[in-house]
């Protein structure tokens, strides 16, 4: 069975920073992307990150030039630097793997529980 654990949420001021990171274990063959979604009190999932198994990096409008993805492959990791954070991140981010269990199976998406990051002062 595969598990996403992420690690690194907590209490920060704003212009503070903080980096999440996301481990995935388990029976798995191959992941071929990787993401850090967020959703908000009242608002839905949005896609922050997203980076591809050749490190192909994609971002929100509102991430670009703050927040940095990046992965380690050989541990299934990947990880999320959060720069210059303001109130509007406050989030659950949730760390998201399309990936395979063995070679001839369709990739799929798999979910951590998620980690809440508040930016407050």
């Known amino acids: 069975q595969v598990q996403l654990v992420e690690s690194g949420g907590g209490l920060v001021q704003p212009g503070g920073s903080l980096r999440l990171s996301c481990e995935a274990s388990?029976?798995?063959?191959?992941?071929?992307?990787m993401g850090w979604y967020r959703q908000a009190p009242g608002k839905q999932r949005e896609l922050v990150a997203a980076i591809t198994s050749g490190r192909i990096t994609n971002y929100t409008d509102s991430a670009k030039g703050r927040f940095t993805i990046s992965r380690d492959n050989a541990k299934n990791m990947v990880y999320l630097q959060m720069n210059s954070l303001q109130p509007d991140d406050t989030a659950v981010y949730y760390c998201?793997?399309?990936?395979?269990?063995?070679?001839?199976?369709?990739?799929?998406?798999?979910w951590g529980k998620g980690t809440l990051v508040t930016v407050s002062s």
């Open positions: 998201n793997a399309r990936l395979r269990v063995v070679p001839a199976a369709a990739p799929v998406d798999y």
């Open positions: 388990g029976i798995i063959f191959s992941i071929t992307d």
